[in-house]
């Protein structure tokens, strides 16, 4: 795998992969001594166009755990405040002799854009309201153990229900998440004002409802995605109030989930919106560990990318 | 293919049982020994060579492995493989390691094994214990144990198949030609 722009880039094998090798690569981050030297002599830069202190960080350390040199960027105090063109400054820092860009901009497509004009590898960590496959791919490992703890070490993602509720216009975490869970196998039910679902939404693979109490007593797994402050100006939803009690994972709430459900929240959290601490803090909750994943399945992401001959000959 | 066999099922089985008396006499037990064998075919050998050593002290022997794919010299020339699971049961600090492989050749594979070792603890020894030595060493490594000396030419083909693995247990070398290798 040359790049991870988008899950489309995945086949299930693929994509089964990556969570396999990242179990592997979780039990090294319980040792003394957190340090594969895999990726010894590559250089990785996170290039961010857009602050996200935990998919940086995260990155960074996953990077630093396979041995590979990491180097961060943010686009502030850059040369991209100074004028110059995405294309220039990717081209610039690829031409260092840099191994894998990582790239987190506000505009869609922007990640792929890059990997046109670069010989390096190129990973997506998130793009405008497009994709943000490796929050996808770490949902999918919290939500696996969480399965296979529920049900047995053999458990799937066939018949599993998710359902994913917030704001989805504005969400590149739904899109990636929806493909993903549905290459897996499992069954992704969106619920949301009918302003902050995404336009084209009913080609997507998922069920769609209004309703969150029809939908809650049914679900294996609840993933809440972020109303984002900025959008309350939006004239998405009238008060942020009438937000909660329409769709946020109220305390009442909480008790129309069955026993085993898992409660997923990509953060940052807006508790007493769409979440309340009952729910974040409580016993179904999966919020920390998903943040957990994160480093074990940016490792599996680096390594895919990095670990072997991309060319593919032996 | 001309694959000719040089160790059948009841071979391998004898020269386990050996090995595991071997075992068992320079360690003067199985006090303080942990076997692990090397994805993948050193993985069902590790625990043959276990249930063996149980079979002649009474006393169960920890058995794991230990995955040496982030460990390898030569990942990039190769696609990506997929990792295999380290599983170590025991604090490796107050133990003696015994790593098990199916065929000793360049000694690339134990010299990762011990770099991987070296990072998730420090026994007090590491072993070598494998059903063939075929020679053409690029590293200095020995193994302390051996099922069967096997001299071959470098461009031969060494297989080794486990019943657990492959369905039979056989060791077969084959020389290379226009049928290829398996």
């Given amino acids: 795998m040359k790049h991870l722009l988008s899950i489309n880039d995945l086949d299930l094998t693929g994509a089964t992969t990556i969570l396999d090798d990242a179990e592997e690569f979780s039990e090294v981050q319980q040792r003394d001594i957190k340090k594969l030297p895999t990726l010894r002599g590559r250089t990785v830069v996170n290039l961010f166009f857009e602050d996200s202190t935990r998919t940086r960080s ?4 996953a990077g630093k755990w396979l041995s590979a040199d990491v180097i961060n960027m943010s686009a502030k105090g850059s040369s991209t405040s100074k004028g110059e063109s995405l294309r220039d400054t990717a081209m610039t820092v690829a031409a260092m002799g840099v191994d894998a860009l990582v790239i987190r901009h506000s505009a869609s497509g922007a990640p792929s854009q890059v990997a046109g004009w670069v010989d390096c590898g190129v990973v997506n960590a998130g793009d405008g309201m497009h994709e943000h496959p490796t929050q996808a791919l770490l949902d999918a490992f919290t939500l696996r153990r969480h399965l296979r703890r529920v049900h047995g070490p ?3 993602f066939a018949g599993c229900r998710v359902a994913i509720i917030g704001d989805l216009t504005h969400s590149r975490v739904v899109r990636s998440n929806v493909l993903l869970l549905n290459l897996l196998g499992a069954e992704v039910t969106l619920v949301a004002p009918r302003t902050l679902m995404p336009s084209g939404v009913d080609a997507w693979p998922v069920t769609i409802a ?9 679900m294996d797994a609840v993933m809440l995605l972020r109303v984002q402050r900025e959008r309350m100006s939006g004239g998405f939803f009238p008060t942020p109030r009438e937000y909660t009690i329409g769709y946020g994972m109220t305390r009442d709430r ?3 989930l069955r026993p085993e459900a898992a409660i997923m929240h990509p953060g940052p959290m807006n508790r007493g919106l769409e979440i309340s601490s009952d729910a974040a803090d409580g016993a179904a909750s999966r919020i920390l560990e998903q943040v957990a994943a994160g480093v074990a399945v940016r490792m599996s992401v680096l390594y895919q990318v990095l670990g072997g001959n991309q060319e593919g000959e032996r | 293919m001309t694959a000719r066999v040089v160790m059948d099922a009841a071979e391998a089985d004898r020269a386990l049982q050996r090995m595991a008396h071997e075992v068992l006499e320079a360690n003067g037990g199985v006090d303080g020994l942990v076997i692990l064998g090397i994805p993948t075919r050193g ?3 590790a625990e043959r060579l276990a249930a063996a050593i149980e079979r002649v002290e009474g006393v ?3 058995v794991g492995q230990i995955d040496i794919t982030m460990y390898r010299d030569d990942l990039r020339r190769h696609p990506t493989k997929a990792l295999g699971p380290t599983r170590i049961p025991v604090e490796l600090e107050r133990h003696v390691v015994v790593l098990v492989d199916d065929v000793l050749f360049s000694g690339r594979t134990v010299a990762a094994a011990l770099d991987a070792l070296k990072d998730i ?5 590491v072993q070598l214990a494998v059903l063939v030595d075929r020679g053409h060493r690029q590293l200095p490594i020995r193994a302390d144990w051996v099922g069967k000396d096997l ?3 470098a461009d031969e083909h060494v297989a080794v198949a486990l019943a657990e693995v492959d369905g039979e247990t056989a060791v077969t070398i084959s020389r290379p030609g226009t049928e290829g290798i398996s």
Avoid: K, N
């Fill in chain 2, 121 to 125: 603890g420090r026994p007090r020894a």
């Fill in chain 2, 151 to 153: 001299p071959t030419a």
């Fill in chain 1, 210 to 218: 209004d309703d969150v109490d029809d939908v809650l007593p049914e």
């Fill in chain 2, 43 to 45: 993985v069902p050998l």
């Fill in chain 2, 60 to 62: 169960p022997v920890p």
């Fill in chain 1, 58 to 61: 995260s990155f960074e350390i």
């Fill in chain 1, 254 to 256: 909480l008790q129309m």
């Fill in chain 1, 154 to 156: 053999d458990a799937s």
